[in-house]
């Protein structure tokens, strides 16, 4: 498994992660035949049920296992779901196995199903994400942010670590010692394949002979039942090997959570605890998608400098995979579609604005291809409810309709290309209401009105023929200072003259946060694309409105200023469709509850593929965005 440093060098990371942990390093288990996954789809098993009623559930007890269905459902279930990746899914999809009697056979199933799991992910590359905040003690507000990482790459699920690659990485003397944890030497050094390090709880000797477990309890995590089981690598097998806890689903038996570290850490290293989700997206699979890190202590007495937490998140398990090569010769890039009722030759004007609708298209097909933007989806109804009520009430009649599209990162940026304004998901994300995004929706919109094009370069094909790795050296969006004053100003009358003029307040508080940890979130503020919301430490994105409003007040517990990451927006890890979060409202009770811009621990609603694609509810007003509370 390889990470490849792409789209950014991050802040620490002096080169690529070294080398490989000792598992990583030895034989891939995947040469063991598996017989079972090899059998062919079950003959007769329309009987089966797709789900064992939760209501009818033995009681838990420790010896005996819980009621299974007679088939793995799994093997029913993809004729009755559309499966969005028949290829290699079809090939790897669990066999229809006897319900087990004993916990043995319950970890032998999972024990299959995890190399299985590896193995179906064994061609794909999906793009990885690591946030990082260090921390400090603050009296009033608990641990805060006091500076923040950020990684950005792809994976390669596939590759067996090289040997004779990690030896020479060896000799070139460098000092990291495991990918999963950091060196402790002059400086804390983050490996950012450290963070993604526990998609498996070990890639290539996840069995018996190195591993003990121990069953625990039975336990709901959303609505799926799991079985729980301890897991303690064995005596003498190696250092690096997971210690902790895996939860595994009581259909399929998939693990579905690691919690966790690798244990024994080498001499100078140090692993880093880690909570790991899987999410049920194609069936018959549990997908690695979200991964929780934390280390460090704030109770009395204890000093700890490496105290930090970071959330990973992988998606664009779909993406195709491609090499330079590939990605030269495959391109394709989508003509502008004639739209002109007859055969009329295009005036002046009409040609300027094909062309530049040209490279808008081309550079929106290609941060799609790269898994840095989601597909159109249910947010942008969002979205463009919202530039839609500024334009409405402005009177603004563009030539061409404004679209929006979401960013699947974290740092907080928009930019424009063409009429399609790109809003990252970590600044959906920290809004808090819509009056703030409208705000940040009102400045690209002002650069869309002023005709501050920059895309129209991108008109040229050859511009789009990069590899996914040097996106971000190949596009960028920044405009000069005069036009962003420009799109300051005109956005303030934009929104003075909106439904959101009454509720500019809230943008003032925004602000006025952002500004208040604007030194320590550095790489949350370093944008890749887009121009930056603050420069040297002060916010410089709608500074007329930083005034507007009370002033920040963290002892003010109705006072949301601007909420932590990943309350807003979800990303589907395999088709990178962005959703709105539906969580429920939890009272404020301190203002340690309020976390501006911070990073938490995932806690995902698990649910079967399937159980949750309902009717679409059509979330297309804007009453549906972010509220104050
Ligand atoms: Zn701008």
């Not at 495959?330 to 094909?354: F, G, H, M, N």
């Amino acid at each position: 498994m390889r990470i490849c440093n792409r789209f950014l060098s991050a802040a620490l990371l002096g080169s690529a992660f070294i080398g490989a942990t000792i598992a990583a390093a030895q034989q891939t288990a995947d040469s063991q035949p598996q017989q079972t996954t090899q059998q062919p789809a079950p003959d007769a098993t329309p009987t089966a049920q797709p789900s064992q009623p939760i209501a009818t559930a033995p009681a838990p007890t420790d010896s005996a296992v819980p009621q299974a269905p007679q088939s793995a459902p799994a093997a029913v279930a993809p004729a009755q779901q559309p499966a969005p990746a028949p290829v290699a899914v079809a090939t790897a999809a669990p066999a229809t196995t006897a319900a087990p009697a004993t916990m043995d056979q319950v970890v032998n199933l999972f024990i299959e199903r995890e190399h299985g799991l590896i193995k179906m992910l064994s061609n794909r590359t999906p793009v990885v994400e690591t946030y990082l905040q260090n921390l400090e003690n603050d009296p009033q507000l608990g641990p805060i942010p006091s500076q923040d990482h950020y990684f950005l790459g792809r994976m390669d699920m596939g590759e067996t670590v090289d040997r004779k690659d990690y030896l020479k990485e060896q000799q070139k003397g460098m000092q990291t010692r495991l990918l999963g944890g950091f060196a402790k030497l002059y400086k804390v050094q983050y490996q950012p394949l450290g963070f993604s390090w526990m998609v498996y709880a070990d890639r290539t000797d996840f069995d018996r002979e190195h591993y003990e477990f121990h069953y625990i309890r039975r336990e709901f995590l959303g609505d799926v039942r799991c079985l729980v089981f301890d897991v303690t690598p064995k005596k003498g097998s190696g250092r690096g090997r997971f210690l902790g806890r895996v939860w595994v689903e009581d259909q399929d038996y998939n693990i579905v959570r690691l919690n966790g570290t690798y244990y024994p850490a080498p001499r100078n290293s140090y692993f880093f605890h880690m909570d790991s989700w899987r999410l049920n997206l194609i069936p018959g699979y549990w997908v690695p998608s979200y991964i929780y890190s934390e280390e460090g202590d704030f109770s009395a007495g204890v000093k700890n400098k490496t105290a930090f937490k970071a959330q990973t998140r992988i998606w664009g398990y779909d993406l195709k995979k491609g090499d330079k090569d590939d990605e030269l010769t495959q391109i394709r890039v989508d003509s502008v579609k004639d739209e002109s009722p007859t055969a009329q030759d295009a005036s002046p004007l009409q040609a300027e604005r094909e062309w530049q609708q040209q490279a808008e298209d081309n550079v929106v097909e290609r941060l799609t291809r790269a898994g840095l933007l989601a597909p159109e989806g249910d947010v942008d109804h969002i979205l463009q409810t919202v530039v839609n009520n500024l334009e409405v009430t402005n009177n603004i009649d563009l030539p061409r309709p404004v679209r929006t599209r979401v960013l699947l990162t974290a740092p907080l940026e928009t930019f424009s290309v063409g009429n399609t304004i790109v809003i990252s998901r970590g600044l959906i994300d920290v809004l808090p209401d819509e009056a703030s995004l409208a705000a940040v929706l009102s400045h690209e919109l002002a650069h869309i009105v002023l005709g501050h094009n920059l895309g129209s370069k991108f008109a040229f094909n050859d511009r789009m023929l990069f590899s996914d790795d040097s996106t971000y050296q190949n596009l960028g969006f920044k405009h000069i200072p005069e036009e962003e004053q420009a799109a300051d100003k005109k956005a303030v009358d934009l929104l003075k003259n909106s439904p959101y003029a009454q509720k500019l307040d809230n943008v003032g508080l925004f602000l006025k946060a952002l500004q208040a940890r604007a030194t320590q979130l550095n790489a949350l503020l370093t944008t890749h694309l887009g121009n930056p919301l603050t420069e040297g430490g002060t916010v410089n994105r709608l500074t007329a409105l930083e005034t507007q409003g009370p002033a920040l007040d963290n002892t003010k517990l109705d006072q949301i200023a601007a909420l932590p990451l990943g309350g807003r927006v979800k990303v589907n890890p395999w088709d990178d469709k962005a959703e709105m979060v539906k969580t429920a409202p939890v009272a404020i009770t301190s203002a340690r509850d309020k976390m501006p811009f911070e990073v938490t621990p995932f806690y995902p609603r698990l649910a079967r593929y399937g159980a949750n694609i309902a009717p679409n509810a059509a979330p297309t007003t804007a009453a549906n965005t972010p509220s104050g509370n």
